[in-house]
């Protein structure tokens, strides 16, 4: 088995679809062919050639290395009907990060010229609505692409695209002759920059005129009629239509319909009906969206080439330029989006953790403590990029120059992928006047959102230590994991580290400072507890950008307690909402071929019984209970009910629980909040995490009775 092969099996980054044949083909070839030094795609491996779904997958391979596994297939006609059960099936199969399409669509003359690229801002129906006897009332379910998706595209450039070629003097001679020749104004044509500068417009014009192609009549400028029959030569003669174009990507709405529209009235009709600024036109982006959106997919993107402008003058000429260059944008920027180390971050495929709370400071316990404070800061910063790159929140109190929090702050918001910090501080004002010269040094060129949580201030000086710590402890109470390095016996961290112990808070205590964290490392029994960790690491101050790592084994050592459950277990209940079906899909396929029967909650209803007793059932017959946290959960009633019951089962020792958090949402159920959680922001992270467990937990003692 190749590595598309596993590819298939496992799950791939981009699952892209057209509708046409020629669009199809046009995917492939761009895919092999790459741009601009990245390789692109070495071979394509073909899937299930004789069943109804084939598909083909290869990986697409970046300059710099980097990778991302692509799987290409179509319907075997266009429109949405031949295209949904396509999308829908290969999607809940292939699980993709993103669902895709590019292909060919009319472009709004207005907003795209031909051979253009519209990537959808939103995708909607527009021919979905009512029909009366005054006329058409839409009634439009519009789905808008995903923000980051519509940024990349804005700022997409198509110069270093195989199909972009700057016009020459002879082709901007003859471009503008044809939007004379279609009854265009090439002064207000979207594409006029890219082919006619200022200097060359009237060099242009005054030439067409001296050749007797063009008469012009103050602001009014014509065809001869040698204009127009050299025109409709060129024309008729351009039987493939262009090889390279100065094209552009235009990012506006798209509209899908059931008819190929050419009657160059649909523009103004969609404007009255509710989306004055439709770019492109065509049958199956609203497919994509629709299928993305139901089944929970965060990423998807259509990129459709400009072949027409849905008139009278609609022909196939521009079809194939269209269709190759709406591939090229589209792995460009499926390249800058799932390849990229910001994606990964924002995906947080890196890590199983949420957030992370660092505290520290010198300690005057080394051999060297006038060069602690240096020695802080730089592993500090290695500290905070390292929890930005793994996806994860960073949690601190302290904007003091002295403290791990703000050196921490700096690598964290440094690194390009930080998200968000969470400051939790005091009132008072030299605390306030720290955070204004904090944010004013980190300065305003970063995306990494700076969140203040305030508590009560000192009420005198000598109660300061007792307002840091309670800032410390709720900021504590809200991480799932604590880093520590260094920090003084006789301050508030050692406090702090003695009550994350008591809430049994996953801590990886770094020692090499001495200190409250070295205390901390100290207490643990490493080997009876984490025996698979490699704590001696913990001594190392090289040890310190693999801290996530580290993190990450304690969280999931935490899901992997010793227990007295059934082990391994025979009937797991994947208790998860809808719009997480792709998740689910992909962890029941996982455990039924481990030999572990898979519950999922509608599929154990029968038509004899109500809904809540089936359910109730399936849950009571279950060994594990996994639930699949995420927004959409905390919002089922159902959902809630089965975690419910999970609960009490689980309260008095009947059945193992999980709860794998898919979007980083806070936990609801207050009887939830304190078990353990771990983070799987896609459906491979669950697999693989799922996995984990069961291969590596082991049963306290034996069940009286069970296996």
Not at 134 to 145: K, L, S, T, V
Not at 183 to 195: K, L, N, T, V, Y
Not at 452 to 458: A, H, K, S, T
Request: hydrophobic letters at 40%; glycine letters at 8%; aromatic letters at 6%.
């Amino acid at each position: 088995m190749g590595l598309g092969a596993d590819a298939a099996a496992g799950g791939v980054d981009v699952l892209i679809i057209t509708a046409l044949k020629e669009e199809y083909e046009a995917a492939r070839a761009a895919g092999s062919a790459g741009y601009a030094g990245h390789p692109g795609v070495a071979a394509w491996e073909e899937h299930e050639s004789e069943s109804l779904l084939p598909f083909l997958v290869g990986t697409y391979v970046l300059a710099d290395g980097r990778s991302m596994t692509v799987a290409l297939a179509r319907p075997t006609r266009m429109g949405a009907t031949a295209t949904a059960p396509v999308v829908s099936t290969l999607v809940e199969r292939l699980r993709p990060r993103c669902l895709a399409m590019c292909g060919v669509c009319a472009g709004n003359p207005a907003h795209a010229a031909l051979g253009d690229v519209v990537v959808a801002e939103l995708a909607y129906a527009y021919d979905e609505g009512k029909r009366t006897e005054d006329g058409f009332e839409g009634d439009h379910r519009q789905i808008p692409a995903p923000e980051g998706w519509l940024r990349a595209a804005q700022d997409l450039g198509t110069s270093d695209l195989p199909s972009f070629g700057e016009a020459s003097p002879h082709e901007a001679r003859i471009w503008l002759m044809e939007r004379l020749y279609a009854g265009e104004d090439p002064r207000r044509h979207p594409a006029r920059s890219r082919f006619l500068s200022q200097a060359s417009w009237t060099d242009q014009i005054q030439g067409l005129q001296a050749d007797g192609l063009v008469a012009r009549d103050g602001a009014a400028l014509s065809l001869t009629d040698a204009g127009y029959a050299l025109i409709e030569q060129l024309v008729y003669d351009d039987l493939d239509g262009p090889r390279e174009l100065p094209f552009a990507v235009v990012v506006g709405p798209m509209a899908s319909g059931n008819v190929v529209v050419k009657d160059g009235l649909t523009w103004s009709r969609l404007k009255q009906w509710g989306v004055r600024s439709v770019a492109g036109l065509e049958m199956e982006s609203a497919v994509i969206a629709q299928v993305a959106h139901r089944l929970g997919l965060s990423d998807w993107v259509v990129a459709k080439g400009v072949m027409d402008h849905a008139d009278p003058r609609k022909d196939d000429r521009y079809k194939q330029f269209a269709a190759r260059s709406s591939a090229e944008v589209l792995f460009k920027l499926l390249g800058r989006r799932l390849a990229s180390p910001q994606v990964v971050a924002e995906s947080a495929a890196l890590s199983r953790i949420r957030s992370v709370y660092v505290l520290g400071g010198v300690t005057g316990e080394t051999t060297y403590p006038d060069y602690e404070q240096s020695q802080l800061a730089h592993v500090c910063e290695q500290l905070g990029q390292a929890v930005a790159k793994a996806g994860a929140e960073l949690i601190v109190c302290s904007p003091f120059p002295d403290s791990a929090d703000l050196h921490a702050v700096i690598g964290y918001v440094q690194s390009g992928a930080g998200r968000i910090v969470h400051l939790h501080s005091p009132r008072h004002p030299e605390v306030a006047e720290r955070q204004t010269e904090m944010l004013a040094m980190l300065g305003s060129g970063h995306d990494t959102e700076i969140k203040n949580w305030y508590y009560p201030g000192p009420e005198d000086d000598d109660s300061r230590e007792q307002a840091w710590l309670l800032c410390q402890i709720q900021a504590m109470e809200e991480a799932d994991v604590v880093i520590a390095v260094g920090g003084r016996v006789s301050k508030t961290a050692n406090t702090v580290l003695h009550l994350a112990e008591a809430r049994r808070k996953p801590i990886v205590p770094f020692e090499f400072l001495g200190g409250a964290s070295r205390r901390a490392y100290q207490r643990r029994d490493w080997t009876a507890v984490y025996p698979a960790l490699e704590h001696r690491r913990l001594m190392d101050r090289d040890a310190v950008p693999d801290a996530m790592k580290i993190a990450d084994q304690l969280v999931t050592a935490r899901l992997r307690t010793p227990h007295n459950y059934r082990w391994p277990p025979r009937r797991v209940f994947i208790s998860r909402a809808r719009p997480d079906a792709a998740f689910a899909q992909a962890l029941e396929t996982y455990l039924s071929g481990a030999g572990i029967t898979a519950l999922v909650g509608e599929k154990e209803l029968r038509p004899d019984r109500m809904v809540n007793p089936t359910i109730e059932d399936a849950v009571l017959s279950a060994d594990l209970f996994v639930v699949l946290w995420s927004r959409s959960y905390a919002l089922s009633r159902f959902c809630y009910d089965e975690i419910e019951l999970a609960l009490r089962r689980h309260a008095v020792g009947e059945i193992q629980l999980w709860i794998i958090n898919l979007d980083g949402s806070d936990i609801v159920p207050p009887e939830a909040r304190a078990l353990p959680q771990a983070l799987a922001r896609t459906p491979h992270a669950l697999v693989a995490l799922v996995r984990e467990l069961l291969e590596h937990a082991e049963p306290a003692r034996t069940v009286p009775g069970g296996a």
